[in-house]
């Protein structure tokens, strides 16, 4: 009797697992990703670049940046407020979550990440 059991439920997420290839939809959700906007804008950037970028790494790890890497993304950050760069580097730059810099910063979470948000967005139109 276990053994069917066990069965059964493997068969159910295999079905799960199928209908999500298929429809590249997670089973049940009303909304695919693909209608999300801020993913469709997206940018994605090496988060080792950016962890380099932080800390000025000259080791000779791969993710180092050049000059004009690292002038590029200066450039980029400038136009951002203070509270967004301190934000997006927190975040981005040194891997702290979202909640973490809310306690450090003494802001809400909801802050931070409208901070963030705005932040991406003002990077984004740099690049």
Not at 41 to 64: I, W, Y
Not at 92 to 104: D, T
């Amino acid at each position: 009797m276990a053994e069917r059991q066990l069965i059964g439920e493997m068969r159910g997420e295999v079905d799960w697992i199928i209908e999500w290839l298929e429809t590249g939809r997670r089973p049940g959700n009303k909304r695919g990703i693909e209608r999300r906007a801020d993913y469709e804008r997206e940018k994605l950037m090496d988060p080792l670049r950016r962890q380099a970028f932080v800390s000025r790494s000259t080791t000779g790890s791969p993710a180092n940046l050049t000059e004009w890497q690292h002038e590029q993304i200066e450039e980029a950050l400038c136009v951002l407020s203070d509270r967004e760069r301190e934000c997006y580097v927190l975040a981005y730059g040194q891997c702290f979550s979202h909640s973490e810099i809310a306690g450090m910063l003494g802001i809400s979470k909801s802050s931070v990440d409208t901070h963030i948000k705005r932040a991406q967005q003002k990077y984004q139109n740099v690049l």
